[in-house]
């Protein structure tokens, strides 16, 4: 019988030790004084190293036990100073890392003006910011002379472009772009928006005959035709347009002309403007290509251009779902206009 009762008694203590270490697990707050930088694919383990064993175990079981799923941890840094319950440990890593960087997002078909307005509005820089640094001749002569980002070869190609450059347009790639938040954004984005180029089209082109003639088009494409599909058809339309001297009618490229953003180009002022024949970037009124590019194209266009698709049209429209309708001739277009629009 005291046997008996000594077992109960050393179980007790068992239990309370085990009670003890149980309160201790899951209410002590964990203390960390540390930054630590997850990169990306690096798992939740990294922070929980910086723990003590103990602490870490602890962690080890809070999150087993609550099903806390750390899989989709943002690349980034993690800031720790001071002491958290767990579910504060959790949650600090859970709301995410740290930006040290700023994420712009350059929209396909944009120009130089779009860029500006758009970096303006985001507070990244102040009006007409982007637009003088793009169009400093002293800043692209650098380039040329490869004093700026290592050189870019593609913008001393005068045999294509025929005269030194006005501005950057059309070398500015649309993409999405992590910029340092420390340092001043303009040079970095511009300066990855070149590279971008230099990948993701220069270094594709083979043979760039009337190289300049190519992207101009392609430049307009992107403003008259979203759909990848489309786009070469579209491109063979305009090619056709050329060769027979026919003006290519993109309306859309008179706006280049009023040195304005696209969103502020509205149908009224497209209306206004479509019989000025004194803005060269008319292709209403004046016969040919804009002298320079309109915007900054996907390689979907440019490739559309370089590789057009034959075709018996002549003519084009969107109606107001956005589906494009051919015509072989004015009547066929014009009864397409009657049609859908």
Same mark, same amino acid.
């Given at each position: 019988?005291?046997?008996?009762?000594?077992?109960?008694?050393?179980?007790?203590?068992?239990?309370?030790?085990?009670?003890?270490?149980?309160?201790? *697990?899951?209410?002590? $707050?964990? #203390? @960390?004084?540390? /930054?630590?930088? %997850?990169?990306? !694919? +690096?798992?939740?383990?990294?922070?929980?190293?910086?723990?003590?064993?103990?602490?870490?175990?602890?962690?080890?079981?809070?999150?087993?036990?609550?099903?806390?799923?750390?899989?989709?941890?943002?690349?980034?840094?993690?800031?720790?100073?001071?002491?958290?319950?767990?579910?504060?440990?959790?949650?600090?890593?859970?709301?995410?890392?740290?930006?040290?960087?700023?994420?712009?997002?350059?929209?396909?078909?944009?120009? *130089?003006?779009?860029? $500006?307005? #758009? @970096?303006?509005? /985001?507070?990244? %820089?102040?009006? !007409? +910011?982007?637009?003088?640094?793009?169009?400093?001749?002293?800043?692209?002569?650098?380039?040329?002379?490869?004093?700026?980002?290592?050189?870019?070869?593609?913008?001393?190609?005068?045999?294509?472009?025929?005269?030194?450059?006005?501005?950057?347009?059309?070398?500015?790639?649309?993409?999405?772009?992590?910029?340092?938040?420390?340092?001043?954004?303009?040079?970095?984005?511009?300066?990855?928006?070149?590279?971008?180029?230099?990948?993701?089209?220069?270094?594709?082109?083979?043979?760039?005959?009337?190289?300049?003639?190519?992207?101009?088009?392609?430049?307009?494409?992107?403003?008259?035709?979203?759909?990848?599909?489309?786009?070469?058809?579209?491109?063979?339309?305009?090619?056709?347009?050329?060769?027979?001297?026919?003006?290519?009618?993109?309306?859309?490229?008179?706006?280049?002309?009023?040195?304005?953003?696209?969103?502020?180009?509205?149908?009224?002022?497209?209306?206004?403007?479509?019989?000025?024949?004194?803005?060269?970037?008319?292709?209403?009124?004046?016969?040919?290509?804009?002298?320079?590019?309109?915007?900054?194209?996907?390689?979907?266009?440019?490739?559309?251009?370089?590789?057009?698709?034959?075709?018996?049209?002549?003519?084009?429209?969107?109606?107001?779902?956005?589906?494009?309708?051919?015509?072989?001739?004015?009547?066929?277009?014009?009864?397409?206009?009657?049609?859908?629009?």
């Amino acid at each position: 019988m005291k046997h008996a009762k000594k077992k109960i008694k050393l179980w007790r203590r068992i239990l309370v030790v085990i009670l003890i270490i149980f309160i201790y *697990i899951f209410t002590k $707050d964990i #203390a @960390l004084e540390s /930054k630590i930088t %997850i990169e990306s !694919g +690096e798992s939740v383990a990294k922070i929980l190293n910086e723990l003590d064993p103990i602490e870490k175990l602890r962690m080890k079981l809070y999150i087993k036990t609550h099903a806390i799923d750390f899989s989709k941890l943002e690349a980034g840094s993690y800031t720790f100073s001071g002491t958290y319950s767990k579910a504060e440990f959790v949650q600090n890593i859970l709301k995410g890392s740290e930006k040290d960087y700023i994420r712009v997002t350059i929209l396909e078909g944009r120009s *130089i003006y779009d860029i $500006d307005e #758009a @970096l303006t509005r /985001k507070g990244y %820089i102040t009006p !007409g +910011e982007y637009l003088t640094y793009v169009s400093n001749p002293t800043f692209i002569n650098q380039i040329n002379r490869g004093k700026a980002s290592g050189g870019y070869d593609f913008l001393d190609e005068k045999m294509y472009i025929g005269k030194a450059l006005q501005s950057l347009e059309w070398f500015l790639y649309p993409d999405t772009y992590n910029l340092d938040k420390n340092k001043p954004v303009i040079p970095q984005l511009v300066n990855k928006q070149l590279e971008t180029f230099q990948a993701r089209v220069r270094n594709k082109v083979t043979n760039p005959i009337d190289w300049y003639k190519t992207i101009i088009l392609a430049s307009v494409l992107e403003k008259e035709e979203r759909d990848n599909d489309n786009k070469a058809t579209v491109a063979g339309i305009f090619l056709k347009r050329l060769d027979i001297w026919m003006k290519i009618d993109a309306d859309i490229t008179l706006c280049y002309g009023l040195k304005t953003s696209y969103a502020s180009c509205t149908p009224a002022v497209i209306g206004r403007n479509v019989g000025d024949s004194n803005n060269v970037y008319n292709t209403r009124a004046v016969r040919w290509l804009p002298p320079t590019p309109i915007s900054n194209p996907t390689r979907e266009s440019i490739n559309a251009v370089m590789n057009p698709q034959s075709s018996d049209y002549l003519y084009y429209l969107h109606d107001m779902q956005g589906n494009i309708h051919y015509g072989r001739s004015l009547e066929e277009h014009n009864a397409n206009k009657a049609k859908y629009l």
